[in-house]
């Protein structure tokens, strides 16, 4: 086939795989709408039904008590031969039944109402994070489709591209997981904030306010904890002090390891960071804080001491935990399937900079990471 076929046919078929990969994002991004709002309808019913719930509570607390006093009082008037007083006394006490009877039944239906609605938002919390994740996959195959299909631009062009691709794939997979990791903690614990300020009004309309205080404290401590994963992730993003070297953001992710794992984590820096360009900066950074959180939250480390050394040629950085420890290539071989993208987006960190990263582990011994950067005097 000529060439001039071969690539008229090429663009044919790049273009219906954009039209079709268009049609795609379109459509999961319309099904992402649609469960964001039954999603926003879910939180809302349960909200309300939590309410409910909690005054079923209330009133049937209320209720036994009072069927236990007219149990009391049946006791008593049939004890006192007024047979009056007796019907009376059993009358009431068989109504006050009925009534506790009806909360409780009240409290089953709306306790099973409760954990279907707890069940469909985890479904739809399920789906949104699954629909976020296939729709990246096809923002990104789309992005690759787009690039030239032609070979003949030179090995820059090529290895710009290859760059480009590179760091597309690494800021979708970070997207992912930081999605997740926002989920499941500040997030819940937002949430989980709502529904302890709900309860500490219900112990203020009950007079109980030496509960409803301890329910406000124990919510400003949940609060706060909240306010400090949040900063956390603020710093994962955009690590503060990078520009003038390596020492303060190094200090920092310390500290704030320290505060929320209470791990300890020591570092020693030899050589001038400043030197090194911003990029080098804050992929070494980047890679260093990423091999710290696994083994703070993956290792259940104790102790992570951080050595990096800065000399005329290369650039050597280690750290090393006393976790739990893994296998490396089982974790690799199963990081696509468990969306965990720690191992690979370090490796891919270090590809982007001329470097490389060797992960030494094994299960009950720890791990031991690597980062090896060649110099020059560009960086």
Same mark, same amino acid.
């Given at each position: 086939?000529?060439? =001039? ?11 219906? *795989? ?7 994002? =379109? ?8 469960? $964001?709002? $039954? ?47 007796? &019907? ?27 954990? =279907? ?8 919390? &399920?789906?949104?994070?699954? %629909?976020?994740? *296939?729709?990246?996959? /096809? ?28 760091? *597309? ?10 999605? $997740? ?14 529904? *302890? ?10 007079? +109980? ?9 124990? @919510? ?39 505060? /929320? %794992? ?5 570092? @020693? ?43 005329? +040629? ?6 090393? +935990? =006393? ?43 720890? @791990? @031991? ?11």
């Amino acid at each position: 086939m000529p060439p =001039d076929d071969l690539s008229q046919k090429l663009k044919e078929i790049q273009d219906k *795989m954009s039209e079709a990969l268009h049609y795609s994002i =379109d459509s999961i991004s319309a099904l992402r709408e649609e469960e $964001r709002e $039954r999603l926003f309808e879910v939180r809302n019913r349960k909200e309300e039904l939590l309410r409910e719930l909690n005054e079923v509570i209330v009133a049937a607390d209320k209720a036994e008590s009072e069927y236990r006093r007219s149990r009391e009082e049946l006791l008593f008037a049939s004890r006192s031969g007024n047979e009056k007083r007796e &019907k009376d006394a059993y009358e009431r006490a068989m109504h006050l039944m009925k009534i506790r009877g009806a909360f409780e039944e009240r409290e089953k239906l709306l306790a099973r109402q409760r954990d =279907d609605l707890a069940r469909e938002e985890r479904r739809i919390e &399920k789906l949104l994070a699954r %629909s976020e994740e *296939m729709g990246n996959r /096809f923002r990104v195959a789309l992005n690759l489709l787009t690039m030239s299909l032609e070979g003949d631009t030179g090995n820059a062009a090529s290895g710009t591209e290859s760059g480009l691709l590179a760091g *597309m794939l690494l800021a979708e997979r970070e997207s992912i997981s930081l999605a $997740r990791d926002l989920h499941d903690g500040p997030i819940q614990k937002f949430a989980s904030v709502g529904l *302890m300020i709900d309860l500490s009004k219900e112990f203020l309309d009950r007079g +109980d306010f030496t509960r409803a205080g301890e329910e406000l404290s124990r @919510t400003r401590a949940h609060l706060a904890d909240a306010l400090g994963e949040v900063r956390s992730f603020l710093f994962q993003l955009n690590p503060s002090g990078l520009k003038d070297g390596l020492h303060t953001p190094l200090g920092r992710l310390a500290s704030q390891v320290r505060s /929320f %794992s209470g791990c300890d984590v020591r570092f @020693t820096l030899e050589g001038r960071a400043d030197v090194l360009s911003l990029q080098v900066r804050t992929a070494v950074f980047k890679i260093v804080q990423q091999a710290v959180m696994n083994a703070v939250r993956g290792g259940k480390a104790k102790f992570v001491r951080i050595m990096i050394g800065i000399g005329a +040629d290369v650039l050597r950085a280690k750290v090393v +935990d =006393d976790g739990v420890g893994f296998d490396v290539d089982k974790e690799r071989e199963l990081a696509e399937e468990r969306g965990a993208w720690g191992l690979v987006n370090m490796e891919e960190r270090a590809r982007m900079i001329g470097g490389g990263v060797s992960i030494m582990s094994e299960p009950g011994r720890g @791990t @031991t990471v690597l980062l090896e950067v060649p110099l020059s005097k560009k960086v």
